[in-house]
């Protein structure tokens, strides 16, 4: 069974860092694209962040480019995402996912094209 666990959500002022981590198992996780989605209270669910498997490709939403940066360790299964100049629309909950097929070349932003997700990390940017 794949699991993601994330980590490193938190509560901080408007300006602060965070960096949250994604923990994989249970499947071979450098094979496989992976990406940071968040939802917010009464919203849907958005992409952020996408890594292509081997790293050598990153997306971002346009609403976090310059502030967030994703990464992976593949010897450590573990995704990142740090996170600078947090304001108070980043509040949400912070979710990992696995892309549906191995090494897609394209980083997807469509929720639809993931099919494992983490349970979800809080992230609250206050002013």
């Known amino acids: 069974q794949v699991q993601l666990v994330e980590s490193g959500g938190g509560s901080v002022q408007a300006g602060g860092s965070l960096r949250l981590s994604c923990v994989a198992s249970?499947?071979?996780?450098?094979?496989?694209?992976m990406a940071w989605f968040r939802q917010a209270p009464g919203k849907e669910r958005e992409f952020v962040a996408g890594?292509?498997?081997?790293?050598?490709?990153?997306s971002y939403a346009d609403s976090v480019k310059g502030r967030f940066t994703i990464s992976r360790d593949n010897a450590k299964n573990t995704l990142y995402l740090q996170m600078f100049s947090l304001n108070p629309d980043d509040t949400a909950v912070y979710y990992c996912?696995?892309?549906?097929?191995?090494?897609?070349?394209?980083?997807?932003?469509?929720?639809?094209?993931?099919?494992?997700w983490g349970q979800g990390t809080q992230v609250t940017v206050s002013s």
């Open positions: 996912s696995r892309d549906t097929i191995p090494r897609r070349l394209v980083v997807s932003h469509t929720t639809v094209e993931y099919d494992y």
């Open positions: 249970e499947y071979t996780f450098s094979r496989y694209n």
């Open positions: 890594i292509r498997w081997n790293g050598e490709r990153t």
